[in-house]
């Protein structure tokens, strides 16, 4: 009997401890590393480094941004996975990284190495030319490729990246033949199709929007459901020849198994209220995004049906890494 009180003390002192611990040590008390598995100027690092910013200033700790990109994001991925499961690592990703298993031979399961944080936002992506190009319209440009299978090609940010995933859609849903010129990240690749080197790009509007109003890029179609407000002008790639086409981005958070279910909760609390603040709103409508809100729960369900969604796109079009 004495014993076993002795061994209930033990527990309560070991549980206080640890109460009195977490008090002293609240999260997060030191910075934050956010991975963001592109290189800088494409979409995922746009609204990534908005997200970071405003998290700071939330967390009253520095966010820090760490671009690792290739692989089409399996690289900065793997590097988040291995990470400490202690809150201070974090993960951004975009549809991208549903697509990843169903192209690579990862070394980790994803849906198992990671634990949702939060969905943040979600946009459409744009076909765009450069300026000078001779297509003005969605039409001219499948007419042109039907004329001459293989002659076009489309810059995207590597193999598996949104740019690539949601170009596959297009050539194959316009019954056309297009070549993909892959590139390591969505800045460069649409600093390739600016200069008129590559012919066109299908890009995440948040991204491309800035060079659109310019007049470096000429905006020809949006992937969106509806036509963007932001280009009240432009048609969407639906409404001007590839019927039911639609290719949204979207971007959010995730964090190594096994994260503290603490640090969890402040995380998806303060990037809630970041969502919801009026200079977020104002700047993703200014950037053709919209905030999307989910569960942790929800998140991750819609991780598993966008990993087959992507999987089943690139068995279709026959994506290989490259």
């Given at each position: 009997m004495k014993k076993n009180a002795l061994l209930a003390l033990g527990l309560f002192m070991l549980a206080l401890l640890h109460l009195v611990a977490q008090a002293a040590d609240p999260y997060p008390n030191r910075p934050i590393k956010l991975i963001i598995p592109f290189p800088t100027g494409g979409s995922n690092d746009v609204v990534g480094r908005l997200i970071a910013d405003q998290l700071s200033q939330r967390l009253a700790q520095p966010v820090v941004v760490d671009n690792r990109g290739g692989a089409g994001g399996v690289i900065g991925a793997e590097i988040a996975a291995k990470s400490e499961p202690d809150g201070y690592t974090l993960l951004f990703i975009s549809s991208a990284f549903t697509a990843n298993p169903s192209l690579y031979k990862l070394n980790f399961d994803q849906l198992k190495a990671f634990t949702p944080v939060a969905i943040l936002a979600a946009g459409p992506n744009v076909l765009a030319v450069p300026p000078n190009s001779p297509y003005n319209s969605v039409k001219e440009v499948i007419d042109a490729a039907k004329a001459k299978p293989?002659?076009?090609?489309?810059?995207?940010?590597?193999?598996?990246?949104?740019?690539?995933?949601?170009?596959?859609?297009?050539?194959?849903?316009?019954?056309?033949?297009?070549?993909?010129?892959?590139?390591?990240?969505?800045?460069?690749?649409?600093?390739?199709v600016m200069a008129g080197n590559t012919q066109l790009?299908?890009?995440?509007?948040?991204?491309?929007?800035?060079?659109?109003?310019?007049?470096?890029?000429?905006?020809?179609?949006?992937?969106?459901?509806?036509?963007?407000?932001?280009?009240?002008?432009?048609?969407?790639?639906?409404?001007?020849?590839?019927?039911?086409?639609?290719a949204i981005n979207w971007w959010g958070m995730v964090a190594p198994a096994a994260t503290p279910k603490s640090a969890l909760d402040r995380l998806f609390k303060e990037l809630t209220l970041i969502q919801n603040s009026p200079e977020v709103i104002k700047r993703f409508q200014a950037e053709a995004v919209d905030t999307v809100q989910m569960s942790q729960s929800e998140f991750g369900q819609y991780l598993i049906t966008e990993t087959n969604k992507w999987s089943k796109v690139v068995k279709e079009a026959g994506i290989t890494p490259q």
């Open positions: 293989g002659y076009l090609n489309y810059a995207s940010a590597g193999v598996g990246s949104f740019q690539h995933l949601s170009s596959a859609l297009f050539v194959n849903m316009a019954r056309v033949s297009i070549v993909h010129v892959p590139f390591k990240g969505g800045g460069p690749a649409m600093m390739d790009i299908l890009g995440a509007l948040v991204q491309t929007l800035p060079q659109i109003k310019a007049g470096k890029l000429k905006a020809l179609g949006v992937g969106g459901s509806k036509r963007s407000p932001t280009l009240p002008d432009v048609p969407t790639i639906a409404e001007a020849g590839v019927s039911g086409y639609e």
